[in-house]
């Protein structure tokens, strides 16, 4: 499994909600043909910036299954698959429909926060498991606990369906160290937006990112000028998008990206609790970033 190398821009789904606070299909189509129009490279649903916490089981089956359906294999399709009990995550994962998934996308256990040997053995028992090629997931700002380089090296050199690592830990010289001595086919993707391009510059493949969703065709084009090692014109897209980095984030993933989205008008300004919508000032600034870019 460790041919199966991703790259590019990969975009982490919103999930659109109606006025009854349930899954608006309609703009959830609309948000795909957005995405797959901005020449996404693959597309990540069910993971943080798609509430899935907030998400009944029924309603992660059926939304993985609709994404699927209209993608119809033009990208690959990875999911999000994590919990802080490992023998629960285990026992879905044996029983999970694995039917056009391409990878699973599994983050390091929140708030129980194990040690190093823990997240190895949670992860160990993870792969043990899975069907298809596992991409890791390190968030410290989200988990509680940093997966240190040596840790995501082991895993990366003990179990060959781990083929990767959405790495958001904010450390240019974490990644590095992971880059330097990582195994030639595993890929290390940006789980930071804004640290995109130093990252691809010292060798990430591309990004699992947030501000996809708004401008996939403009983002893309940073990413894969950046691929390209054209990095004057990343650059000068990167500093473009500079502010609206901070904006949407300003108030928290995903509610920054949401009130983008309903200014595009591909869906609505609806989160679930804990998740309030963005403050009337954010959202108007959110507004007028896009419209300058």
């Known amino acids: 499994m460790k041919n199966q190398v991703l790259s590019g821009l990969g975009v982490a789904m919103i999930t659109p909600f109606n006025a009854a606070g349930t899954i608006d299909w309609a703009a959830t189509e609309r948000l795909v043909n957005h995405l797959l129009d901005g020449k996404a490279d693959f597309l990540v649903v069910l993971g943080t910036t798609g509430e899935t916490p907030t998400l009944t089981a029924d309603e992660?089956?059926?939304y993985v299954r609709r994404v699927i359906a209209q993608v119809a294999r033009r990208v690959p399709i990875v999911v999000g698959k994590s919990a802080n009990n490992t023998q629960r995550l285990v026992e879905e994962l044996k029983t999970f429909d694995y039917e056009g998934v391409d990878y699973i996308l599994s983050a390091v256990p929140n708030y129980n926060k194990p040690n190093q040997e823990g997240i190895y053995q949670h992860f160990a028992a993870v792969a043990r498991v899975v069907k298809c090629p596992i991409l890791l997931y390190n968030v410290p700002g989200r988990t509680g606990v940093n997966m240190l380089a040596s840790t995501t090296l082991r895993l990366a050199q003990d179990f060959t369906n781990i083929v990767g690592i959405k790495e958001a830990a904010g450390s240019l010289d974490q990644v590095s160290?992971?880059?330097?001595q990582k195994p030639k086919d595993f890929c290390v993707l940006s789980g930071d937006d804004s640290l995109t391009l130093p990252m691809i510059s010292v060798g990430a493949q591309g990004v699992i990112s947030v501000i996809g969703n708004v401008l996939p065709a403009l983002f893309g084009e940073m990413v894969h000028a950046a691929l390209r090692?054209?990095?004057?014109?990343?650059?000068?897209?990167?500093?473009r998008l500079h502010n609206l980095y901070k904006l949407l984030f300003e108030q928290g993933n995903p509610v920054g990206v949401k009130a983008a989205?309903?200014?595009?008008?591909i869906?609505?300004?609806?989160?679930?609790?804990?998740?309030?919508?963005?403050?009337?000032e954010l959202a108007r600034r959110i507004a007028e970033a896009l419209k300058a870019l």
Request: overall charge negative; some cysteine.
């Open 60 to 62: 992660q089956h059926e």
């Open 177 to 180: 160290e992971i880059l330097a």
């Open 229 to 239: 090692e054209e990095f004057h014109t990343a650059a000068a897209i990167h500093l």
């Open 261 to 265: 989205m309903a200014s595009l008008g």
């Open 267 to 280: 869906c609505e300004n609806r989160l679930r609790l804990p998740l309030v919508p963005a403050s009337t």
